[in-house]
């Protein structure tokens, strides 16, 4: 048995409420019809702010374009998952949402469930930063020694030559300014959660 538009409408809404993802009801001309009380946590802003408001307005102006043409694909009636773009959140800063969306034909909304990834991302670029330091030999001995190998199992694994190992982790402490593989442990743990480690520093 089909299900009335407006109680489709009504079961989305209820079930957002819960959700900490933050969910989007959006009309054919962009403008929000309902969004989840998620929101006002990854956006900082209230439901309220939101309401017939043009969603684009919130993105940032460097990824509209993009979400244009994504948003013309949902309204095609094709399902949409994975889509990344920029929100400006309240205090000024980006916020990074991956979004999952389709259109509702009856309801002749969008609905869109968005994501909050800035701290993947974040987390990534971190990464690339601390990699970026090093020469790809470098790497993959990195990769092992923040593991349990064992500076003997390291050279096992990669081929090398057991002096060629060490001169490769030497450098690697030297590079990121630590004494040994505590250090590297901590530096790493350390900005891989909060920032990036600038070589050579402590």
């Known amino acids: ?30 403008r929000i019809r309902h969004v989840s009380p998620a929101c006002e946590e990854i956006f900082g802003y ?31 009636g094709r399902k949409r998952v994975g889509f990344e773009n920029r929100y400006r959140h309240r205090d000024g800063s980006d916020v990074y949402v991956s979004w999952s969306a389709q259109w509702l034909k ?52 990669l081929g090398l030559a057991a002096s060629t190992t060490h001169s490769y982790i030497t450098g690697i402490f030297r590079k990121y300014g630590v004494r040994g593989r505590a250090g590297l442990m901590s530096l790493w743990l350390k900005h891989v959660s909060t920032g990036i480690a600038q070589p050579g520093g402590r």
Do not use: W, Y
């Not at 009335?4 to 969910?23: G, H, N, W």
């Not at 702010?49 to 374009?65: L, S």
């Open 1 to 30: 048995m089909a299900i009335k538009s407006e109680l489709t409408e009504e079961l989305v809404i209820a079930s957002a409420q819960f959700s900490p993802d933050a969910i989007f009801l959006v009309n054919e001309q962009g």
């Open 46 to 76: 209230a439901p309220a702010d939101f309401v017939d408001q043009f969603i684009i307005d919130f993105v940032v102006p460097a990824d509209q374009d993009a979400t244009r043409k994504e948003a013309k694909e949902v309204l095609a």
């Open 106 to 157: 009856h309801e002749r909304l969008r609905v869109g469930v968005a994501r909050d990834v800035t701290e993947l991302r974040a987390r990534e670029t971190v990464c690339s930063a601390l990699l970026a330091a090093l020469a790809p030999h470098e790497r993959r001995v990195l990769e092992l020694l923040l593991t349990e190998a064992t500076e003997k199992q390291i050279a096992e694994r």
